[in-house]
């Protein structure tokens, strides 16, 4: 019924970093690691120093980490109402029935009460929109879902969060994992999925225990199954470990890598709501999209849409890096401005100021000091030049240089690339290459250029779109200092 499936396959070994688990001591080379080096003035780990890379472990409220690091982040929340963060304040759910006391599990007894189409419905009219960085409608992916006639469905937790700077997901797999395959399968009732697949970074250990412990424990108390609570509904659950690879997050990747084959990046259409995994109508939905819906359904989606502004309604959970004077978790209503984010709840630089923030983690734009009246919105931060990606808050100082940044970043999106578009393939090597100080490489701002163009126009995901939203703002936003690279 469920299991831990840690699929393997000989010729896709090399595509991967972590293909035997994450190694018990291991340094973060994230970008909040990253900057709190520069911050702090000591080297990050290279290649060669025993292991490849690790690109975020999802510790950034204390970086520069390390594997052996066991801190927890401070979490509160900062919005009218809270629909995440208030229980898990005071402690993360241990067992079921712990869960279950509280309220837990009442979410999907309403939905089994009501017809499928009302509880997506119910979804539609919150205005939920995916977590993970699109920010599409949660309620129209249902449907599309919904309406097809195949005779298997899958629903998929986007468990990937390899955006370096975001722990919010890792947060919510370890404090609340009952909570996400209790949405997984009201999903999967609400679109006629009978099987669910939970797709986990290897780089969270600790978030996969607790979760495959739920699931072993939900299954018991007969929430998994054939009969989910004696309603006639079957649902099963299967958790994936992911092994080490950025591109699984996003989705066609995540599913090529389920099913055992290369993990590269799909065109679309057609997408996973009509063709999705095993070639069946599928919906992903990231963690903290699915973790919202519970609430939802249990509380009713005026009073989630009641939260909120313009089109990004309800809340959302940031995560603020170590050189805040207060990193964590914080849920925040959409609306609010981000200098209060960054200096009311963040309370500003531990040491000095503001020199930059990455919003949406690294790969998009910037966001400089005079545009922190921005709102958090997904429409208001667009129009700013960034994204708001998965909410991982990465805010620099003075001690990080823009050259440094561009060839931190350049690497990362070179080691992470699938190697299926060339402009990617080939341009973030070469801009890596570009603003290594070691590296001999002749500087030529036109050349620069030129990449950062291709690598905008002829990408096929996020990665190599997110790289040029990264350098262009750079350009922009720190022209003199870009500039002054290539003197
Ligand atoms: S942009 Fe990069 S990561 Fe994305 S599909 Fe193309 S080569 Fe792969």
Same mark, same amino acid.
């Given at each position: 019924?469920?299991?831990?499936?840690?699929?393997?396959?000989?010729?896709?070994?090399?595509?991967?970093?972590?293909?035997?688990?994450?190694?018990?001591?291991?340094?973060?080379?994230?970008?909040?690691?990253?900057?709190?080096?520069?911050?702090?003035?000591?080297?990050?780990?290279?290649?060669?120093?025993?292991?490849?890379?690790?690109?975020?472990?999802?510790?950034?409220?204390?970086?520069? @980490?390390?594997?052996?690091?066991?801190?927890?982040?401070?979490?509160?929340?900062?919005?009218?109402?809270?629909?995440?963060?208030?229980?898990?304040?005071?402690?993360?759910?241990?067992?079921?029935?712990?869960?279950?006391?509280?309220?837990?599990?009442?979410?999907?007894?309403?939905?089994?009460?009501?017809?499928?189409?009302?509880?997506?419905?119910?979804?539609?009219?919150?205005?939920?929109?995916?977590?993970?960085?699109?920010?599409?409608?949660?309620?129209?992916?249902?449907?599309?879902?919904?309406?097809?006639?195949?005779?298997?469905?899958?629903?998929?937790?986007?468990?990937?969060?390899?955006?370096?700077?975001?722990?919010?997901?890792?947060?919510?797999?370890?404090?609340?994992?009952? @909570?996400?395959?209790?949405?997984?399968?009201?999903?999967?009732?609400?679109?006629?999925?009978?099987?669910?697949?939970?797709?986990?970074?290897?780089?969270?250990?600790?978030?996969?225990?607790?979760?495959?412990? @739920?699931?072993?424990?939900?299954?018991?108390?007969?929430?998994?199954?054939?009969?989910?609570?004696?309603?006639?509904?079957?649902?099963?659950?299967?958790?994936?470990?992911?092994?080490?690879?950025?591109?699984?997050?996003?989705?066609?990747?995540?599913?090529?890598?389920?099913?055992?084959?290369?993990?590269?990046?799909?065109?679309?259409?057609?997408?996973?709501?009509?063709?999705?995994?095993?070639?069946?109508?599928?919906?992903?939905?990231?963690?903290?999209?699915? @973790?919202?819906?519970?609430?939802?359904?249990?509380?009713?989606?005026?009073?989630?849409?009641?939260?909120?502004?313009?089109?990004?309604?309800?809340?959302?959970?940031?995560?603020?890096?170590?050189?805040?004077?207060?990193?964590?978790?914080?849920?925040?209503?959409?609306?609010?401005?981000?200098?209060?984010?960054?200096?009311?709840?963040?309370?500003?630089?531990?040491?000095?100021?503001?020199?930059?923030?990455?919003?949406?983690?690294?790969?998009?734009?910037?966001?400089?000091?005079?545009?922190?009246?921005?709102?958090?919105?997904?429409?208001?931060?667009?129009?700013?030049?960034?994204?708001?990606?998965?909410?991982?808050?990465?805010?620099?100082?003075?001690?990080?240089?823009?050259?440094?940044?561009?060839?931190?970043?350049?690497?990362?999106?070179?080691?992470?690339?699938?190697?299926?578009?060339?402009?990617?393939?080939?341009?973030?090597?070469?801009?890596?290459?570009?603003?290594?100080?070691?590296?001999?490489?002749?500087?030529?701002?036109?050349?620069?250029?030129?990449?950062?163009?291709?690598?905008?126009?002829?990408?096929?995901?996020?990665?190599?779109?997110?790289?040029?939203?990264?350098?262009?703002?750079?350009?922009?936003?720190?022209?003199?200092?870009?500039?002054?690279?290539?003197?």
């Amino acid at each position: 019924m469920m299991h831990l499936q840690t699929r393997s396959s000989e010729e896709i070994r090399s595509f991967y970093t972590l293909n035997d688990g994450l190694p018990q001591k291991a340094e973060c080379s994230g970008t909040a690691c990253f900057v709190a080096s520069k911050s702090m003035g000591i080297p990050l780990p290279h290649k060669g120093s025993g292991h490849e890379r690790i690109y975020c472990l999802g510790k950034c409220f204390s970086a520069p @980490a390390s594997t052996e690091d066991s801190g927890v982040p401070r979490i509160a929340n900062f919005s009218r109402k809270s629909v995440l963060v208030e229980p898990l304040m005071k402690h993360p759910y241990e067992s079921l029935d712990q869960y279950t006391s509280e309220s837990g599990m009442s979410g999907l007894k309403v939905a089994l009460s009501m017809d499928q189409d009302s509880v997506i419905s119910e979804v539609e009219k919150s205005g939920l929109r995916g977590r993970g960085g699109a920010g599409f409608p949660t309620g129209i992916k249902w449907r599309s879902v919904a309406k097809e006639k195949a005779g298997k469905k899958y629903v998929v937790m986007n468990g990937d969060e390899g955006d370096p700077g975001s722990y919010i997901d890792r947060f919510l797999m370890e404090y609340n994992p009952y @909570a996400l395959i209790e949405s997984m399968i009201i999903c999967g009732y609400a679109v006629g999925a009978s099987v669910g697949y939970a797709y986990i970074r290897a780089e969270y250990p600790e978030a996969i225990r607790k979760f495959v412990s @739920a699931a072993r424990e939900m299954a018991s108390a007969g929430f998994l199954g054939r009969d989910v609570m004696g309603s006639g509904f079957q649902f099963d659950l299967e958790v994936v470990q992911g092994k080490g690879s950025y591109i699984c997050g996003e989705e066609t990747a995540l599913m090529r890598s389920i099913e055992g084959l290369r993990p590269e990046v799909s065109v679309r259409p057609p997408y996973p709501t009509e063709k999705g995994l095993f070639g069946n109508p599928t919906v992903i939905d990231n963690v903290e999209t699915l @973790a919202n819906i519970p609430w939802i359904i249990r509380n009713g989606h005026q009073a989630y849409s009641e939260l909120g502004y313009g089109k990004s309604r309800g809340t959302k959970l940031l995560s603020l890096n170590s050189l805040f004077v207060n990193p964590g978790i914080y849920e925040v209503e959409f609306g609010t401005p981000l200098e209060t984010i960054f200096y009311e709840i963040g309370g500003g630089m531990k040491h000095g100021s503001i020199k930059g923030v990455m919003v949406g983690g690294p790969l998009s734009g910037i966001m400089v000091p005079d545009e922190f009246k921005t709102r958090l919105d997904y429409e208001e931060i667009r129009k700013a030049g960034a994204s708001l990606g998965h909410g991982g808050i990465i805010a620099f100082d003075e001690a990080t240089g823009i050259g440094d940044l561009l060839e931190h970043v350049a690497t990362f999106a070179a080691d992470e690339s699938c190697g299926k578009c060339t402009p990617c393939r080939l341009g973030t090597a070469e801009l890596s290459r570009m603003f290594r100080k070691d590296s001999g490489s002749s500087l030529d701002y036109a050349r620069f250029e030129r990449d950062v163009e291709s690598l905008a126009t002829g990408s096929l995901c996020g990665l190599g779109t997110g790289m040029a939203e990264f350098a262009r703002s750079a350009k922009i936003k720190f022209s003199y200092e870009v500039k002054s690279c290539f003197m």
